[in-house]
């Protein structure tokens, strides 16, 4: 077996890294992409883990909490900001941190927003399991995410705190040491060691505090895995596909650079799976493997609760800058798993490029999905600009058609609907301040709009269920 010790994640990663190293142009022109790639994969991780701490948060709130929630993070946009912007980091930070009955002063102090601004990075970004002693050496640096205002020193510094956040909720205290306003302003380093853990997903939290109070950041994940992992090691003898290519680079990244991923799926999942074994499945999700040959290989996930004797599935296609595991990981999948238990369908989520694009395959994955899992009905879910554009491309001649499109979560679901379009659709939309629906038949077809109020980072939890009665009412 291997160990997910340097040498052994050295092994895994190696032949990915080597490939990438000679692909390299000039020495500066390289150090300056690949700044300028680091800090844009940093705040796509960061989005991507605190949308997924404020909809945590949301999942388990009564309907007053998430109007509050929703109003922060609307009134954290810049005045006449876009609707399609991304809302602000500090917005979603300030939002997840709101509690039923305390106050929001605290949300405009600068030390907090400083604190919000700072992004925790820790290399390696994952430790091995053990029962106890000390672990490897780690290193946390201070980084940020955009830069705020200027603030003055306060008398004595401040205290900088790391603390550990185990997957039962307990705290541990990672360091503790006294600093400058400057220097957290300007970033630098410490040093830390993994506590003693079974396999599972820790959270390392910065906290500043000085005698007025603490201020504390969005909590930040760091894996621990097994030391030593049969995954990796069938991982490493087998082909190099999709999935070995993944864990390939995931590891390496947070091994040598601690670069999280954008994805939120755990990297012991992507072993699991990278195995070779997706009857068996890892966590929540499932590999669907295609029999046909396709130009590219995007991974097809399913979820692993999910029946397979079902007949009816939901395919969803994840928007451009987002992983399609993250469609089916936690409280998104959370709320999926309901919806496949309530409805007997299947769920499953992939990506593709755009039509006309190199290498667009949908049409033919679409008919192998439906002959390979024997599907009498198959619904389309669209995001982003693939949601935008799907319905013209549907509407053309020699189009694989599913049996029914929903375009949500995205600016596309505004794009009308063409009517020569032969599909029932459903169009699912979020506003600031409005709710409702509205349906009509044109051409015998149903065409369906449903509003929710609040941002898609949130309502995005609400889609499975009005998915579920709209397909009931059918």
Not at 19 to 27: D, E, F, I, K
Not at 39 to 50: D, G, S, W
Not at 139 to 152: A, M, Q
Not at 403 to 412: K, M, P, Q, S
């Amino acid at each position: 077996m291997s160990s997910w010790t340097r040498p052994g994640i050295l092994a895994a990663v190696l032949p990915a890294l080597l490939l990438v190293a000679t692909a390299t142009s000039s020495p500066r022109a390289q150090r300056t992409d690949d700044l300028a790639e680091l800090q844009i994969a940093r705040l796509r991780a960061a989005r991507v883990e605190r949308e997924r701490w404020l909809q945590e948060r949301w999942e388990t709130d009564d309907e007053a909490a998430r109007l509050a929630r929703a109003q922060l993070l609307l009134a954290g946009r810049a005045p006449g900001a876009p609707r399609k912007d991304p809302l602000p980091l500090s917005a979603m930070a300030r939002a997840a941190r709101w509690e039923a009955g305390r106050s929001e002063e605290a949300a405009g102090e600068p030390l907090q927003e400083l604190v919000d601004s700072l992004d925790v990075q820790v290399t390696p970004g994952f430790f091995g399991a053990r029962e106890a002693g000390r672990g490897e050496a780690m290193t946390v640096e201070l980084v940020d995410l955009w830069d705020g205002e200027e603030l003055g020193e306060p008398q004595g510094g401040v205290e900088v705190r790391l603390w550990w956040l185990g997957p039962d909720g307990q705290k541990e205290r990672a360091r503790r040491e006294v600093a400058s306003v400057a220097a957290l302003e300007r970033g630098f380093e410490l040093f830390i060691r993994p506590p003693a853990s079974t396999p599972g997903t820790w959270h390392l939290v910065l906290e500043v505090a000085m005698a007025s109070g603490s201020w504390g950041g969005v909590p930040v994940p760091v894996e621990c895995v097994a030391e030593t992992d049969p995954f990796l090691t069938r991982a490493q003898r087998s082909e190099h596909g999709p999935l070995q290519r993944e864990l390939a680079a995931r590891a390496g990244n947070l091994w040598s650079r601690g670069l999280r991923s954008s994805s939120a799926t755990r990297l012991a999942d992507w072993a699991a799976l990278a195995a070779g074994e997706p009857d068996v499945g890892a966590g929540p999700l499932r590999v669907v493997d295609l029999e046909e040959d396709f130009e590219t290989e995007p991974v097809m996930w399913e979820l692993a609760a999910g029946s397979r004797e079902a007949k009816g599935a939901v395919l969803l296609l994840a928007d451009a800058d987002e992983s399609s595991a993250d469609l089916l990981s936690g409280p998104r999948g959370r709320a999926w798993e309901r919806f496949a238990a309530a409805s007997g369908r299947r769920v499953l989520a992939t990506a593709s490029t755009l039509p006309g694009q190199r290498a667009f395959s949908l049409d033919a994955r679409l008919a192998a999905l439906r002959a390979q899992l024997d599907l009498e009905e198959l619904v389309l879910v669209a995001r982003g600009d693939l949601g935008r554009v799907l319905p013209r491309h549907l509407a053309g001649e020699g189009a694989t058609l599913p049996d029914a499109l929903v375009l949500c979560e995205t600016r596309a679901a505004r794009v009308p609907i063409d009517p020569a379009l032969a599909l029932d659709s459903l169009r699912i939309e979020s506003e600031a301040d409005e709710a409702g629906a509205s349906d009509s038949r044109p051409e015998a077809r149903r065409r369906s709009l449903r509003r929710l109020r609040g941002p898609d980072a949130l309502t995005a939890l609400r889609v499975p269920e009005l998915l579920a009665s709209w397909l009931a009412e059918r």
